[in-house]
């Protein structure tokens, strides 16, 4: 079946460091591919998506890369703020499934 | 604000004891879902409703039933609830069911802690 890995956290950083987190899927065909964000105490918002191989999405700074030859879709971003610390998850849907997400990143960026 | 609304926020069990987790939409969203939330394992999804009217078992269904009331609400329950079953509880919804588009709307979330 359709499954999702990211990167192990938790991940710390400096503020204004550059970030990448890694995530890598396994499907069959040409899945949808998404990053959520989940501020703390709060439900997890979409935060950038790619719907077909080499497409780029990108959010708030935030960029990711569809990339079908290495089955991956890493989250980065140039220079992290505070702000951006937070919960991130990787996630891909394919037809008429389900959306399923990889275990989540937990970033932390200090000041 | 439109989204999806969950209730209640916070809530403690025990061992044996029964209770609904409720989640409503004002979307106008045709499918809706109930995942868990456990640390290492992001989320995992327990039941979905494709449409009102009807329902499916998702990865982790055992220990729970859902009701789609009508369009706008989906709730979760716990008949006799386990320590197992401590998590935290998110409702979704998206317009359509495998929406390329991703589009899911999630709630706040319940805390739920089993004792």
């Known amino acids: 079946g359709n499954s999702v890995t990211q990167m192990e956290g938790p991940v710390t950083l400096s503020e204004e460091a550059f970030l990448t987190i890694n995530c890598t899927y396994t499907?069959?065909?040409?899945?949808?591919l998404f990053w959520y964000v989940q501020y703390p105490g709060e439900g997890l918002q979409l935060l950038l998506k790619?719907?077909?191989?080499?497409d780029k999405g990108s959010n708030k700074g935030f960029e990711a890369t569809y990339r079908k030859e290495t089955t991956s879709f890493h989250l980065e971003k140039g220079s992290v703020q505070v702000s951006d610390s937070a919960v991130y998850f990787c996630?891909?849907?394919?037809?008429?499934?389900?959306?399923?997400f990889g275990q989540g990143t937990r970033l932390t960026i200090n000041p | 604000n439109a989204g999806v609304t969950q209730t209640p926020k916070f809530q403690v069990l025990k061992t044996g004891q029964s209770m609904t987790l409720q989640c409503a939409q004002d979307?106008?969203?045709?499918?809706m879902y109930w995942y868990r939330q456990d640390p290492g394992m992001g989320l995992r999804l327990i039941y979905y409703?494709?449409?009102?009217?009807?329902?499916d078992k998702g990865e982790v269904p055992n220990g729970y039933n859902v009701s789609r009331l009508n369009k706008r609400e989906f709730s979760l329950r716990l008949e006799s609830a386990a320590p197992s079953q401590t998590s935290v509880y998110f409702c979704?919804?998206?317009?359509?069911?495998?929406?390329?588009?991703?589009?899911?709307?999630f709630g706040s979330g319940t805390r739920l802690t089993v004792v």
């Open positions: 996630a891909l849907i394919q037809g008429a499934q389900k959306l399923v």
């Open positions: 499907a069959t065909g040409y899945p949808s």
């Open positions: 790619a719907t077909k191989a080499d």
């Open positions: 979307m106008n969203h045709n499918s």
């Open positions: 409703s494709a449409s009102e009217g009807t329902t």
């Open positions: 979704a919804s998206v317009q359509g069911q495998g929406s390329k588009g991703g589009g899911y709307t």
